[in-house]
């Protein structure tokens, strides 16, 4: 059969033509995804890319109603068991599936996905299409619903194959857009004067930018690869922690949205040449906050710590960075001033058991094995925060 079967779609439709402004950054990708919610009487949509050379997710993308738990753990592990994904696959570009003939009503309690992921997530049917499958990417775009709303017909497949033709031609502007992004904003001009290796990347991990140390870092190898314009590392579980981290920014939300917004986070990444780990900070650069020096999208700006730093590091920094709580934080500090443990216990009126056993989750969470492995890492983390 055809590539794509094409409908008469009106090309000013909303919904399709959210596809291409979300595409060219021009309204977020959780609009468009909505659309699709409503015109399909879904609970949510999500559309995920994933690195052949790898078969990590490369990105994802959600409508607003989509349970953010559920997508966490989808993009961390449960992709690899998605029976969806694997006959996905295996149909021509444009093509539906149907979950009601993937997993039968016979062998949902007995499926590993659906047991153990799909229906605690509150999931139960679900349609979707293959939008790109090329040497680099392969990408999907699913809408789901829950037990108590009615099995997809065939109807819901035939308006997913309408929309998947539009959807595989926008994911390929996107990845246009993302890798002839221009370099000349004041945002990027600044970086280039920076000595830390910095990064530029919007939310689904594709590179918009990297200053002159983060290319060398690129061409080093062991911490980043860059395949098909999309930014990964090259440690899987750094790779899942950084794609977590940049979902939570929600960097594709509506500016409009009232509430806080998360707009900075520092976590280790792992150097797999060294193995050893790298801290990392991860600003959000929205342009309502940035005076639009970074441009007219939000954007993430990565940094990473790298050298021999000084400075005494910001305690709630320290605590994202490795997951520390207060206690681990408040040692860390002490360390940093260059106390031993009997001087830490002291000044925190503890005892010197109960600082080593700090110290011990301090290593454990660090990732080194020796009190000078930690405080060379706590001192990057210093730098970090300079």
């Known amino acids: 059969m055809p590539a794509y079967t094409r409908f008469t779609m009106s090309p000013t439709d909303p919904v399709v033509s959210g596809f291409y402004r979300a595409a060219a950054g021009l309204e977020p990708w959780q609009g468009a995804l909505d659309r699709i919610v ?25 409508s607003s109603d989509a349970p953010i738990d559920g997508v966490l753990d989808y993009v961390r592990e449960y992709h690899r068991l998605d029976p969806h994904v694997r006959t996905a696959e295996t149909l021509p570009l444009g093509q539906a599936y149907n979950s009601s003939r993937i997993v039968p009503s016979r062998h949902v309690a007995t499926n590993p996905f659906y047991r153990d992921f799909f229906l605690p997530h509150g ?12 040497e680099h990417l392969f990408s999907m775009c699913a809408i789901l619903r829950k037990p108590d709303q009615p099995i997809y017909s065939a109807a819901a497949e035939r308006t997913m194959e309408a929309l998947g033709y539009h959807l ?4 390929q502007v996107m990845r246009k857009v993302s890798t002839l992004a221009t370099q000349a904003s004041i945002g990027q001009l600044l970086l280039e004067r920076s000595e830390r290796p910095s ?3 919007d939310s689904t991990k594709a590179l918009r930018y990297a200053n002159r140390p983060g290319l060398e870092v690129l061409a080093r190898g062991g911490v980043f690869v860059q395949r098909a314009g999309f930014l990964g590392c090259v440690d899987p ?34 150097d797999a040449a060294t193995d050893k780990p790298v801290p990392v900070s991860l600003w959000a650069l929205r342009p309502e906050g940035t005076m639009g020096v970074f441009g007219t999208h939000s954007l993430a700006l990565m940094t990473l710590a790298m050298r021999q730093p000084h400075p ?24 940093c001033e260059g106390k031993v443990a009997k001087e830490v216990a002291r000044k925190l009126r503890v005892s010197e058991q109960t600082i080593r056993y700090h110290l011990k ?22 730098e970090l925060c300079s």
């Open 123 to 134: 999931a139960r049917y679900t349609v979707g299409v293959k939008t790109i499958d090329d």
């Open 361 to 382: 989750g301090l290593f454990r969470k660090v990732g080194v094995d020796s009190q000078r492995e930690l405080l060379h890492q706590l001192r990057l983390a210093a």
């Open 312 to 335: 005494q590091p910001d305690p709630l920094v320290l605590a994202s960075m490795f997951d520390l709580t207060p206690a681990e934080s408040s040692v860390a500090l002490q360390l």
């Open 168 to 171: 595989a031609q926008s994911v």
């Open 38 to 62: 409503s015109l399909t009487d879904s609970w949510f949509c999500q559309m995920i890319g994933v690195d052949k050379a790898t078969g990590r997710v490369a990105f994802s993308l959600q």
């Open 237 to 270: 579980v750094s790779d899942a922690l950084l794609l977590d981290r940049l979902m939570a920014l929600d960097l594709q939300a509506d500016p409009a949205h009232e509430g806080p917004k998360q707009t900075r986070l520092a976590f280790p990444i792992r």
């Open 199 to 201: 990064f530029l990347v």
